[in-house]
């Protein structure tokens, strides 16, 4: 059993940048790869971006691509992702979400832990 805690969401101009934090504790979250995904309101939930366990495969969205990057600070049990260059369509809800895999994955149902989410809004 993973527990995953997001942090750093907020509102942020246009332009501007967000580094969103996922807290992992229970097991040993360093076995475990760590996805991103963000729902907007009226929208289905989307993959961001993903990490493998050891951070050496990543993965992206084409929306985000050369935006954001995916990083896991193992000693720290945390994952990260910095969100550069923010555009008001990445305002929603974002979840980070864990699998013990050592590969990355871009479909949810796959993901065996969630976080509760951390809102991201981003005015024009």
């Known amino acids: 059993q993973v527990q995953l805690v997001e942090s750093g969401g907020g509102l942020v101009q246009a332009g501007g940048s967000l580094r969103l934090a996922c807290l992992g504790s229970?097991?040993?979250?360093?076995?475990?790869?760590v996805g991103w995904f963000r729902q907007a309101p009226g929208k289905a939930r989307e993959f961001v971006s993903a990490?493998?366990?050891?951070?050496?495969?990543?993965i992206y969205a084409d929306s985000v691509k050369g935006r954001f990057a995916v990083s896991k600070d193992n000693g720290q049990n945390t994952a990260y992702l910095q969100m550069n260059s923010l555009k008001p369509e990445d305002t929603a809800v974002y979840y980070c979400?864990?699998?013990?895999?050592?590969?990355?994955?871009?479909?949810?149902?796959?993901?065996?832990?969630w976080g509760q989410g951390t809102q991201v809004t981003v005015s024009s």
């Open positions: 979400a864990a699998i013990r895999t050592t590969g990355t994955t871009r479909d949810a149902l796959r993901y065996e832990y």
């Open positions: 229970g097991r040993m979250f360093k076995d475990y790869s």
């Open positions: 990490t493998s366990w050891g951070g050496s495969s990543k």
